[in-house]
């Protein structure tokens, strides 16, 4: 598998403080990641390098800032699915030094999923030694869709300044689905969309999964990346067997959320109010760009 850069979104929401339009003047902005791939890490992309559109419309970018230093607030959750009671080995050890290699900046907490459920274990806090304190190996637990926790945790973080990662570890199985659309995936897109959450998911089979049916496994995995993508994250996994090791995939996840950007950019006349389709593309053939399908748009006055 390789292990990409990319570009990814804080979308913009009605009560978001990042992306708000509250005003005639306000610029919508969102959190962009770019990859540097053949050229020095240093390189800054300007407004220029990249082109957002919207059903075709151009949205302008007006500005592309560094989110850095006493700028890098970020609330980050580690949210841990509690299906599984596999031997996590020195999985546990690779995210307490993710942990704890996290800036100063960075506010972190971490929940459960038991029986579908969440269970928060540790509040958002700069304690470091309270988040390392509050991971235990996964117990065990009644086989449910990881979607709903996931939509339960955005709808009851608390939105403000900072900018808002979750990073999940699943096998992403909704034992009840039906068919190859989950609604509560679609839900947990929509409410992260709207809300501005980034998803990072890491898949972690359930303890069974050398005897589960491939066509599941596969199912869940392709509703983690599904989740992932459409939030402006990324999906990691290697067949369907437990990961050896989470170092390089959290190493990933860490350059991500080191090179972002807050992205600036005027709103076109024909473009409507809601959850609408977007795409961003690079002119620049180094810089490689990822991006939700659909950014979060506030109703305008009449007058705009």
Same mark, same amino acid.
């Given at each position: 598998?390789?292990?990409?850069?990319?570009?990814?979104?804080?979308?913009?929401?009605?009560?978001?403080?990042? %992306?708000?339009?509250?005003?005639?003047?306000?610029?919508?902005?969102?959190?962009?990641?770019?990859?540097?791939?053949?050229?020095?890490?240093?390189?800054?992309?300007?407004?220029?390098?990249?082109?957002?559109?919207?059903?075709?419309?151009?949205?302008?970018?007006?500005?592309?800032?560094?989110?850095?230093?006493?700028?890098?607030?970020?609330?980050?959750?580690?949210?841990?699915?509690?299906?599984?009671?596999?031997?996590?080995?020195?999985?546990?050890?690779?995210?307490?030094?993710?942990?704890?290699?996290?800036?100063?900046?960075?506010?972190?907490?971490?929940?459960?999923?038991?029986?579908?459920?969440?269970?928060? %274990?540790?509040?958002?806090?700069?304690?470091?030694?309270?988040?390392?304190?509050?991971?235990?190996?996964?117990? #065990?637990?009644?086989?449910?869709?990881?979607?709903?926790?996931?939509?339960?945790?955005?709808?009851?973080?608390?939105?403000?300044?900072?900018?808002?990662?979750?990073?999940?570890?699943?096998? #992403?199985?909704?034992?009840?689905?039906?068919?190859?659309?989950?609604?509560?995936?679609?839900?947990?897109?929509?409410?992260?969309?709207?809300? #501005?959450?980034?998803?990072?998911?890491?898949?972690?089979?359930?303890?069974?999964?050398?005897?589960?049916?491939?066509?599941?496994?596969?199912?869940?995995?392709?509703?983690?990346?599904?989740?992932?993508?459409?939030?402006?994250?990324? %999906?990691?996994?290697?067949?369907?067997?437990?990961?050896?090791?989470?170092?390089?995939?959290?190493?990933?996840?860490?350059?991500?959320?080191?090179?972002?950007?807050?992205?600036?950019?005027?709103? #076109?006349?024909?473009?409507?109010?809601?959850?609408?389709?977007?795409?961003?593309?690079?002119?620049?053939?180094?810089?490689?760009?990822?991006?939700?399908?659909?950014?979060?748009?506030?109703?305008?006055?009449?007058?705009?």
């Amino acid at each position: 598998m390789t292990i990409k850069s990319g570009i990814m979104f804080l979308v913009a929401c009605p009560l978001c403080a990042w %992306a708000q339009n509250p005003s005639p003047g306000v610029t919508p902005r969102m959190i962009v990641t770019v990859g540097h791939f053949g050229i020095h890490d240093t390189q800054v992309p300007l407004p220029t390098d990249l082109i957002l559109t919207s059903k075709a419309e151009a949205l302008p970018i007006t500005s592309l800032t560094p989110v850095r230093g006493d700028q890098a607030n970020l609330e980050l959750y580690l949210v841990v699915d509690n299906c599984s009671n596999c031997e996590v080995g020195t999985k546990f050890e690779e995210l307490r030094s993710f942990i704890q290699a996290q800036p100063a900046t960075t506010t972190m907490g971490v929940a459960y999923i038991q029986n579908g459920r969440l269970k928060i %274990a540790q509040p958002l806090t700069s304690n470091r030694a309270h988040v390392v304190g509050a991971l235990n190996p996964p117990s #065990g637990s009644q086989p449910a869709n990881p979607f709903n926790a996931l939509t339960e945790l955005i709808d009851s973080w608390s939105q403000g300044v900072a900018r808002r990662v979750v990073l999940m570890i699943s096998n #992403g199985i909704d034992p009840q689905a039906d068919g190859p659309i989950d609604p509560p995936a679609e839900a947990a897109i929509e409410a992260a969309q709207c809300a #501005g959450v980034v998803v990072y998911a890491i898949y972690h089979p359930s303890a069974n999964w050398d005897v589960a049916g491939y066509s599941e496994v596969h199912s869940g995995q392709v509703q983690l990346a599904h989740v992932a993508y459409e939030t402006g994250g990324q %999906a990691y996994f290697l067949g369907i067997n437990p990961l050896g090791t989470l170092q390089p995939y959290l190493a990933d996840i860490a350059d991500h959320l080191a090179n972002q950007y807050v992205l600036e950019f005027r709103i #076109g006349p024909n473009v409507g109010s809601g959850l609408q389709p977007v795409l961003l593309r690079s002119k620049v053939e180094d810089f490689d760009v990822e991006a939700p399908g659909k950014i979060w748009i506030p109703e305008r006055s009449p007058d705009r």
